[in-house]
């Protein structure tokens, strides 16, 4: 088992502020959030990073990216707009070695993204 803080969040050994939680993903509140919207949303399954995908993880995707889809709708900014933002391995800036998705809004966010 791999020791690894997001597979905690799932197991609820480490506590988060759940937004969204169902049999294969979960979404929580960034613990250091960038913008007022800040939610992590994650494959309960341990996946390294998008480079570690293969073919059986295509329907936990595309579950993620239609939750991504209801909280930002739920959260107010569906319409306003939002950004999602997923960093993998090192030159990516990845610190957290567990597939996840940023879900970033509540305000506007300009152009830079790199
Ligand atoms: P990365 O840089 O890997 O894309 O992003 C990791 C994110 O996880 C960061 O935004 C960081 O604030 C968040 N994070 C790290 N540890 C925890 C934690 O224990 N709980 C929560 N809710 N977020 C965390
Ligand atoms: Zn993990």
Not at 31 to 38: C, D, G, S, Y
Not at 66 to 85: C, H, Q
Request: glycine share 10%; aromatic share 6%; proline share 4%.
């Amino acid at each position: 088992m791999v020791d690894c803080i997001f597979c905690k969040i799932v197991a609820k050994e480490i506590p988060s502020q759940i937004v969204y939680e169902d049999d294969s993903i979960m979404a929580f509140n960034d613990i250091n959030p960038v913008a007022p919207i800040h939610v992590l949303v994650i494959p309960k399954k341990h996946i390294l990073n998008i480079n570690y995908l293969t073919e059986q993880d295509e329907q936990v995707i595309g579950k993620i990216f239609s939750t991504i889809k209801t909280i930002a709708a739920e959260m107010g900014v569906g319409d306003t707009g939002f950004r999602v933002v997923s960093n993998s391995g090192s030159d990516g800036g990845q610190e957290v070695d567990h597939l996840h998705f940023h879900l970033i809004g509540g305000k506007a966010l300009g152009k830079k993204i790199g």
